[in-house]
C-alpha cells in the first residue's frame, strides 16, 4: 500500500476543501495556489475525486469544487481509493509490485497482520478529522528541508564546545 504522491495532493487538497465553511466551492486554481500544487495535476486530480463520489464539481459563475458529502461522513479510505483503485490497502506496502500471496515477499506475513488494522484506520478517520489533526498537517506539509547553507552557517555560528582534560 504504497501511496502516490496524487494520493498526497488528493488528502490535501480534501483537507483543504473540508477547512472551508461546509458548502463552500473554490476554484482549482486557488486550491492550487493555497496548497502549492501543480493547477493541472491538480484538476487531474479533482477529476478522479469527483469520480470517486468525493467532490462534486460546479459549473457557471461559481465553478469550482466542493466536498459532496459533509466532512465528517468521508473517510480517508474513500479518497484514497478514489484515487488509488480499491486495490490500494491489498498491495504490499514494502514491494507492491513484486509482492503478493502467490509469490510473498520477506515481510508479506508482517503486512498481513497490519493491513486489516491500516485499513480499519483509514475507514474511522473522516476528512474533518483530517482538516483538526496537526500530525497530519505536518505529515502533508512538512517543514521545507534546510539547506547545504542553513547547516553550514548553524555550524559556524555554533558556540565552540569545551573539552575536559580531566
Not at 93 to 101: E, G, P, Q, T, Y
Request: glycine share 6%; aromatic share 6%; proline share 6%.
Amino acid at each position: 500500500m504504497k501511496l502516490s504522491r496524487e494520493s498526497k495532493y488528493g488528502l490535501t487538497c480534501v483537507r483543504y476543501l473540508a477547512a472551508q465553511p461546509e458548502g463552500a466551492v473554490r476554484h482549482v486554481g486557488e486550491i492550487a495556489h493555497v496548497t502549492g500544487i501543480s493547477y493541472p495535476f491538480l484538476a487531474k486530480i479533482c477529476h478522479r475525486l469527483v469520480g470517486g463520489g468525493i467532490l462534486r464539481s460546479y459549473r457557471g459563475r461559481s465553478r469550482g469544487y466542493g466536498l459532496a458529502r459533509p466532512a465528517a461522513t468521508i473517510s480517508l479510505r474513500e479518497v484514497v481509493e478514489a484515487i488509488e483503485g480499491p486495490e490500494v490497502l491489498e498491495r504490499c506496502v514494502f514491494w507492491s509490485d513484486a509482492c503478493s500471496d502467490s509469490r510473498p515477499c520477506v515481510m508479506h506475513e508482517l503486512w498481513r497482520q497490519v493491513r486489516p488494522r491500516m485499513a480499519a484506520l483509514m475507514e474511522d478517520t473522516s476528512v474533518a478529522d483530517l482538516a483538526r489533526s496537526r500530525e497530519v498537517t505536518s505529515v502533508l506539509n512538512p517543514v521545507p528541508p534546510v539547506s547545504t547553507q542553513d547547516v553550514t552557517d548553524r555550524v559556524e555560528n555554533a558556540p565552540e564546545a569545551k573539552v575536559s582534560t580531566t
